[in-house]
């Protein structure tokens, strides 16, 4: 390390794996952040909600062998059902009883347990009943290749692209974008004017389990899968949903990508010129960018930005 | 043999029984007292649990005055098997280590405290709650990844402090763990009576109204944050001492999701509800555990999952059919607004 | 005041009807008269990881013992001896706190008196001191750490494996006779790998070995590994244009396959060299499956392996366990399921249920018997003696035995050409 | 009369909505002053900025001779000022004495460390106890004392918040609507004991209320607003003549 030039590692590949990595961390914060401006609820449970998504799409896979992609529409469906369970089945009932925030995060919290026994249940059961591994699922083996490039990195930022589109005209250009929108803002008034709210908190539920088990279900096509990955990749999701600012929905994706980009070329480009034990301390590069947003713009990047403008 | 088993459940039962309680009532004075939503609990307990381990071994050696070239920490086995024939011959001595290592523990628990609020402890409530959550973990990837800590994942021993015991090493310690347990449960206690308790509750029923009143609810947070985490340090530092190692693998569930579980199951607010909840769920717990094997084979599945259902079962039965737990909090004699169906009752 | 004292008044209740339970499921099947010396039925502990990044390992080493339990009750059967032996699984991540402790401390009040399992050292150490109190015999199908950061020789801990060191030796061998004088090292940041990049380092440095490149990457935590692939090449960078040579080794787990996924997808060169491995992923076909033949008969991922002689105790395990979960058990399941073993001719041989008679039994039994890992005679730290090994690489697709390794005299034998 | 506060060319606003546009009065010493106008006419931010609940745009805020413009609301209660909220807003969950016990001022048992030592604090809490019970003995809610707030009536929450606002021995208390939601016959009795109290302790009242029925009956004096400016402001008789302020009235 005694040369001043700095190496720089951030070539295509670097980049190409960024994109990717962020897409999906993006995918899952827009959940996080979709749920906490509607429900004003922290989704624990995410963590399992992406798990169960990977889960369900390689269940597809072991069972009818077909391309790897086509388990992921199921995934949406089928984790959208889950973030519907949740709502009606757990937090729903405890909102009619007035319960606070901190409890219904508990309540998501608990669902998060549950549901990871689940998950582990199913994948012992995948393995004595298919004989296949269960506990350490990569599917890029079978993933296509266009440019040179893998398949996953297009699928990716695609399928982040599409939801956010769609979203975006959904939320601006419906009625039924411009009720949820209400009953963000103050969900009393849109009562009060004749909004379902919970209608609209449901959808949102089913919209956020979506995105998670889609993200989930891409994730066997970039790194091994088991029961656990969701439960470390929490913090990651909550971190980008806060560094994007809680109070704007598209935050979440800016937050994904800020993250991913010190994460993946940031810490490169510090391993690679200050010294390879860096790369150790990647998985607290969340923390420290969340820290310093804290520190510089408390209310998250998309608040900052917004002050900006006015 | 038999009474010997019971006798050995039951005071199993008792040490996990206090190191909760030490924890729940750390808790407790945060979420259910000053409410702070602390779902980062975690970080104090490991800070508490590593940072005494790591300076054990090496604080023996010097008061002790061992002298050895050995790493106390990569040589730890060979360094403690100097250290601990010391200790088992004199109880007082190792006596006065564990007071001092319990300080340390503490200090630990208050630093962490410090460090994983102060960015936070202005944010609003939410903000606030997936801070904590996020940072709770970090202290795993530090003593993961640098040695001089803890030893990296391998962990590290502690000097046996309670090796004078003998064979009933287990006992005595439980016992000593129990006390500790008592002591601080008096001490909050008296604390949530006082004055300073009466503010903090104020500041949990209405931060505004506290504040036009003249009172500093940031420095009133942060004591109750330091207060809560100076708990979670010394349960973490205890428990690593009865163990006699620590590795770096504490995790949320354990420390945060299960003290949250079982103040709820208790009672938020209420210290009383607090043992209770803690001494109902650890018994519980460990009867799952023991009798586990007994209904294994009716399951359709691999038992150890069992745990995880029946808690998360569990807490979501409590939070929907009886949110404030088995006892309510003690200054109120009706839930605060609004009542949950048939609970309006007063006196 | 009532408010609060009627519910604590019930929860005491309940926890007293909890407690005269569970006292009474200890009492009734209080162990049998004293008559006999062994107990009509003898609770043995597993203990294994069956949660988190480990889980496929805990699962094999599971049905391995599984096995075992069903092999030593007919044998006991057929010695007419009126016992059985029942096996207790605890997993070694779920009960709170997630310390093995507790888990020991439950199977003892069933009555455990010998444990044998999988752990971790960390997770040995953590028992040590509540085993060696309690006089409950430990005997571990896994080997880690060196014998320093684990327990005093001597105490109640037995260890069925050898220690990372002779893997260490036999990988620098290996690496050497290719001729390679240069290695950069990737490393996952858990107990087991961590020992065998200290043995690699110092046999590899002893032997003028160059090393490059020392990762160390967060493990299972990291999911990317873009990071650790650059700083790789950024240190081999340099030889390979100067074409010096130079071999990768990579001292990880099954994640090795998401990382030469991802090298794949990002053509790094990196791919160009052979990679050497340790024993964590060597012969697991997974890795195969999920990284792609193509990719990995490139690398070649030649493995060290404990040498377990194909014996027809080891043929008959691999059969029971793939026929039970569909993989074929791997070292560790081979220990876990000697160790079994172990446990089981040693209370018989002390002829009470009684740990200090166990443990001065064990040495011995360990030395004489001959199981899926072939002969298990333990050194006097209590760790199984150094094992030969074999290597192992992905020729054409499928997991082949390329060379030898003899541990008497550090020298490599190649079988074939790689 | 010496002025107890004055409010000059105040102005505040939320976003683009101004609420306040140059707001200047002044509140005389040992007065009974009435703050009246329209919803929305900028009444409790005025009082928000006077206690340092939010800061304003522009404008001085002075007690006294005093300049408070944009202290925290902690230092404003120090000096002596404290307010009321239109919503009810006490502490839900402690018993009706100990919302009273809780603004007091100089109780050393609120700091941490000296909560420790008992005696350190006890004979001030005895103090305060004692007079906290008296305040409650005023205000007809002796029996009331340890209940918890939640039972109490509407109306009683009210005159625990005012019996809160008499504990910090204030010398001028801002009331947000003192009787809102009270019946006639108990809004009747706080503006009596309001003005009692003023009689006993010369102390200051600015008085935020709709019902001018009653209200009028009782304060010397009425400032009247209507979006975010004064328009007026005299004795009752006078006030209620004004046309600008019928006019603002009316136009709603």
């Known amino acids: 390390m005694g040369c001043v030039r700095l190496v720089n590692p951030v070539t295509l590949p670097t980049i190409i794996s960024w994109l990717t990595y962020s897409s999906l961390l993006s995918m899952m914060a827009l959940g996080v952040t979709l749920l906490y401006r509607t429900t004003k609820v922290a989704n624990f449970a995410h963590a399992s909600l992406v798990t169960s998504g990977a889960y369900v799409a390689y269940s597809v896979v072991v069972v009818l062998h077909p391309n790897p992609y086509v388990g992921v529409p199921l995934a949406f469906a089928l984790v959208g059902g889950l973030g519907l369970l949740l709502f009606y089945g757990v937090l729903e009932p405890m909102r009619r009883r007035h319960s606070s925030t901190v409890m219904l995060m508990i309540a998501t919290l608990a669902f998060d347990i549950v549901l990871f026994g689940v998950l582990n249940i199913l994948a012992d059961y995948l393995a004595s009943a298919y004989f296949v591994p269960s506990r350490n699922i990569l599917l890029s083996a079978s993933d296509f290749t266009f440019l040179g490039q893998p398949g996953i990195f297009f699928v990716a930022v695609g399928v982040l692209s599409l939801c956010s589109v769609v979203l975006y005209f959904l939320l601006n250009f419906t009625t039924l974008g411009i009720a949820l929108r209400a009953s963000m803002e103050n969900s009393s008034l849109a009562q009060a004017i004749g909004v379902n709210v919970t209608l609209m908190l449901a959808i949102s539920w089913f919209a956020a389990g979506g995105l998670a088990g889609v993200s989930g279900a891409l994730l066997p096509m970039w790194t091994l899968v088991n029961p656990n990955t969701g439960t470390v990749l929490l913090a990651s999701m909550f971190c980008a949903s806060i560094v994007g600012g809680l109070d704007e929905i598209y935050g979440a994706v800016l937050g994904g990508f800020l993250l991913g980009f010190v994460d993946v070329v940031g810490t490169s480009v510090l391993a690679s010129n200050v010294g390879a034990w860096i790369a150790f301390y990647e998985p607290a590069v969340p923390l420290v960018v969340l820290c310093a947003t804290l520190i510089l713009a408390p209310r998250g990047l998309a608040g900052f930005l917004a002050r900006r403008r006015k | ?347 | 005041m009532s408010s609060i004292l009627k519910p604590s008044v019930i929860a005491i209740i309940i926890i007293a009807l909890l407690v005269g339970v569970g006292i009474g499921y200890v009492v009734v099947p209080a162990p049998a008269p004293p008559k006999t010396t062994l107990p009509s039925t003898i609770p043995i502990g597993v203990m294994v990881t069956l949660t988190g990044s480990f889980s496929s390992y805990g699962a094999r080493a599971e049905a391995a013992a599984k096995v075992a339990n069903t092999q030593i009750n007919n044998y006991v059967k057929s010695l007419g001896i009126p016992t059985t032996f029942n096996f207790l699984y605890e997993d070694t991540e779920t009960s709170p706190p997630s310390v093995a402790l507790t888990d020991l401390q439950t199977l003892y009040t069933q009555g455990v008196k010998v444990v044998v399992g999988g752990m971790t050292s960390g997770e040995m150490a953590a028992i040590d001191s509540f085993a060696d109190t309690n006089h409950i015999v430990v005997i571990d199908g896994t080997s880690t750490a060196g014998r320093a950061s684990v327990a005093p020789p001597g105490d109640y801990e037995f260890r069925d494996l050898p220690a990372g060191g002779a893997e260490g030796a036999a990988l620098t061998a290996a690496i050497m006779s290719k001729g390679y004088k240069n290695v950069a090292m990737i490393t996952a940041s858990d107990t087991y790998t961590l020992s065998i990049r200290q043995a690699f380092k110092n046999a590899w440095l002893a032997a003028g070995g160059n090393l490059v490149a020392d990762v160390n990457y967060s493990y299972p935590a990291t999911t990317d590994f873009t990071v650790q692939l650059n700083t790789l090449q950024a240190a081999v960078a340099p030889l390979m244009a100067q074409n010096k040579s130079v071999a990768i080794f990579a001292n990880m787990w099954e994640d090795v396959a998401t990382m030469l996924a991802q090298a794949k997808s990002s053509n790094s060169p990196l791919l160009s060299l052979t990679w050497f491995g340790n024993d964590n992923f060597a012969q697991d076909n997974t890795i195969i499956s999920n990284a792609g033949a193509a990719v990995v008969n490139q690398v070649k991922l030649v493995s060290v392996v404990f040498a377990a002689p194909l014996t027809p105790t080891h043929a008959e395990l691999n059969t029971a366990v793939n026929a039970s979960i569909g993989q074929v058990p791997d070292i560790y399941a081979c220990a876990t399921y000697d160790a079994a073993w172990i446990a089981a001719l040693s209370i018989l041989t002390a002829g009470q249920y009684n740990g200090t008679l166990i443990k001065t039994a064990v040495p011995t039994i360990a030395g004489q018997y001959y199981g899926a890992t072939g002969n298990t005679a333990l050194n006097s730290l209590g760790d199984r003696n150094t094992m030969d090994m074999d290597y192992w690489a992905v020729v054409s697709g499928t997991w082949q035995e390329v060379a030898t390794y003899s541990s008497i005299d550090q020298s490599v034998t190649w079988l074939m050409a790689v | 009369m010496a002025t107890m506060l004055s409010v000059k060319e105040v102005a505040a606003s939320f976003g683009k909505l101004r609420a306040l546009d140059g707001v200047t009065l002044s509140v005389g010493e040992g007065s009974v002053t009435l703050l009246i106008g329209p919803n929305g006419s900028g009444k409790t931010t005025l009082v928000n900025v006077i206690t340092g609940f939010q800061r304003p745009d522009g404008g001085h805020v002075f007690y006294g001779e005093r300049e408070i413009t944009g202290w925290s609301p902690q230092r404003v209660y120090r000096v002596g000022i404290t307010r009321t909220f239109q919503v009810p807003s006490l502490f839900g969950k402690l018993t009706t004495i100990q919302n009273l016990l809780v603004a007091d001022k100089t109780n050393p048992g609120e700091s941490f460390l000296k909560s420790h030592i008992r005696r350190l604090w006890i004979n001030h809490e005895r103090e305060t106890v004692e007079k906290a019970s008296r305040i409650l003995q005023t205000l007809g809610l002796a029996e009331q004392s340890d209940k918890p707030v939640s039972v109490l009536s509407g109306g009683q929450m009210k005159l625990t918040e005012l019996g809160r606002a008499l504990m910090s021995d204030a010398k001028l208390y801002l009331l947000d609507e003192p009787i809102s939601g009270v019946n006639p016959t108990l809004a009747l009795e706080i503006f009596a004991r309001i003005v009692s109290l003023r009689k006993q302790f010369g102390v200051t009242f600015l008085i935020i209320e709709h019902r001018l029925d009653i209200a009028l009956k009782y304060v010397d004096y009425v400032n009247v607003m209507a979006s975010g400016k004064l328009i007026a402001a005299g004795t009752p008789t006078q006030v209620v003549s004004d046309s600008k302020v019928i006019e603002a009235y009316l136009a709603r």
């Open chain 2, 1 to 347: 043999m038999a009474l010997g088993q019971v006798i050995l459940f039951i005071v199993d039962l008792l040490a996990l029984f206090s190191i909760y309680l030490i924890i729940n009532l750390g808790l407790n004075l945060q979420q259910g007292i000053t409410g702070i939503p602390n779902f980062g609990l975690v970080l104090a307990v490991a800070g508490g649990a590593y940072i005494t381990a790591s300076l054990s071994t090496r604080l023996a050696i010097y008061l002790l005055n061992v002298h050895t070239n050995l790493d106390p920490i990569i040589n730890n086995v060979s360094v403690l098997q100097l250290v601990n024939p010391i200790l088992r011959s004199s109880p007082w001595l190792s006596t006065g280590l564990l007071a001092l290592f319990l300080i340390i523990g503490g200090a630990s628990g208050a630093l962490m405290g410090l460090i994983s609020s102060a960015p936070a402890v202005r944010l609003r409530e939410d903000y606030l709650a997936i801070t904590l959550l996020a940072f709770g973990e970090i202290l795993n990837v530090v003593g993961t990844g640098y040695d001089p800590l803890i030893g990296g994942p391998p962990g590290t021993s502690l000097p046996d402090i309670f090796g004078w015991a003998g064979q009933y090493r287990f006992y005595w310690a439980t016992l000593i763990m129990f006390l500790v347990a008592v002591i601080i449960f008096v001490y909050i206690e008296r604390l949530v009576r006082t004055p300073f308790g009466r503010v903090l509750r104020a500041i949990r029923d209405n931060e505004n109204t506290a504040r036009s009143l003249g009172k500093d609810i940031t420095r009133y947070r942060m004591s109750s944050i330091l207060i809560g985490s100076i708990l979670c340090g010394i349960a973490g530092a205890l428990w690593a001492l009865y163990s006699g190692a620590v590795t770096p693998s504490y995790d949320r569930f354990d420390y945060t999701f299960l003290p949250w579980l079982m103040i709820l199951l208790g009672g938020i607010g209420s210290n009383i509800g607090t043992v209770v909840g803690t001494l109902v769920f650890v018994t519980l717990d460990e009867l799952i555990d023991y009798f586990k094997y007994a209904f294994a084979p009716f399951l359709p599945f691999n038992v150890v999952w069992l745990n995880y259902l029946l808690l998360g079962l569990l807490t979501i039965f409590i939070l929907i059919y009886r949110p404030e737990g088995i006892v309510r909090e003690k200054w109120t004699s009706v839930p605060a607004a609004p009542p949950p169906a048939g609970e309006a009752k007063p006196g």
